[in-house]
């Protein structure tokens, strides 16, 4: 075990994350990234990327290669399978932030850009048939199911899109959604209804996956208005219902939303004075990669902020109002 010491700690390198390392280089600052896999993110789960500004067509690995070589030549240290095991604040006020090999980081500044994790249906078979029929990743696993009949569930942007993605190598995808209506963009809802691969199951919920021989062979479905069951022949079943912030690394209290999401003022400081946060962790109305990049473009500039005036005895800033996304 060995103890190292930073101005900041940034924990997480997808896009928030690697564009936090970025600028904290340019300002100058001892920063380093820990990431628990490799540098990217969600990106890496994502085949293309349209709506990042300036990228009309890249894919996902394509521009986490990017974003990561553009951090490192401004100076970021990014250290990989580096997962952190807690972030805590001291009474002297420095954070230590101990990662699994029991090392520990001190700095008196964090980011936590560390993303989320996806929500599982819990339901019967979801871990007996996981990797077997059950994925949350249609770029890691789209194409092991060329020519089959499949399912993915959900109603928000990364469902619709997924679905619409996977047609490129199932026959047949179902697309099914608890509620009446998705919740995704319209654009990308014109694109599923669009697809003649796709039937769209909407009132929907999946009771139980069920298999043979170690493999998916349907699910056992029910309508949520009516209670009819019922079951639905597919080789594979793709779960995007949402996600859980990785918040459990923190220690103490801190301000956060009704799902766990991490409140921060406009300079992205949480309720814990010398504590960041960017992305996909921190409550807001969208979650995409430009808002990503633009959280972590505001803290890293913030820390530096926070640092100056440490150094110089000056107060340092202390977080103002907590935002909220719909209340301003």
């Known amino acids: 075990m060995a103890t190292h010491e930073y101005e900041v700690v940034i924990v997480g390198a997808g896009p928030a994350g690697m564009c936090a390392g970025l600028y904290a280089g340019r300002s100058m600052l001892r920063a380093v990234v820990l990431e628990r896999g490799f540098p990217g993110g969600e990106l890496l789960n994502t085949e ?4 990042y500004i300036g990228f009309e067509h890249v894919l996902g690995h394509d521009l986490a290669a990017k974003f990561q070589g553009h951090a490192e030549k401004f100076g970021a240290e990014i250290r990989t399978s580096t997962p952190v095991q807690q972030v805590e604040k001291r009474a002297d006020g420095l954070f230590e ?8 980081y001190l700095s008196p500044t964090v980011i936590v850009t560390a993303g ?9 078979g979801e871990i007996t048939y996981a990797g077997k029929g059950v994925s949350y990743c249609a770029i890691c696993d789209g194409a092991f199911y060329r020519g089959h009949t499949i399912m993915v569930v959900g109603g928000g942007d990364a469902a619709c899109e997924e679905a619409d993605f996977l047609t490129r ?27 003649p691969k796709i039937e769209v199951v909407f009132d929907t919920v999946v009771d139980e996956i069920v298999g043979a021989d170690g493999l998916m062979t349907h699910a056992r479905i029910r309508h949520t208005g009516t209670g ?3 079951d639905l022949v597919a080789t594979g079943i793709f779960i995007f219902v949402g996600f859980t ?13 009704a799902s766990g999401y991490l409140i921060t003022d406009s300079n992205m400081q949480t309720s814990i004075p010398g504590l960041f946060a960017a992305g996909d962790v921190r409550a807001q109305l969208t979650r995409q990669v430009t808002t990503a990049v633009g959280d972590a473009t505001t803290a890293a500039i913030a820390v530096e ?13 202390q977080p103002q109002p907590m935002l909220v996304p719909g209340r301003g």
């Open 48 to 51: 293309v990327i349209e709506d």
């Open 97 to 104: 932030t101990t990662v699994e090999s029991g090392d520990v």
């Open 116 to 124: 989320g994790t996806p929500i599982k249906l819990e339901v019967p």
């Open 169 to 195: 190598y199932a026959e047949k995808v179902f697309l099914v959604h608890r509620r009446d209506s998705f919740r995704a963009s319209k654009i990308v809802q014109q694109r599923v209804f669009a697809n």
């Open 228 to 230: 009819a069951a019922s």
């Open 245 to 257: 912030p990785n918040t459990g690394i923190l220690r103490g209290h801190f301000a956060h939303d």
């Open 305 to 317: 902020k926070f640092l100056t005036a440490r150094k110089s005895g000056s107060p340092a800033p």
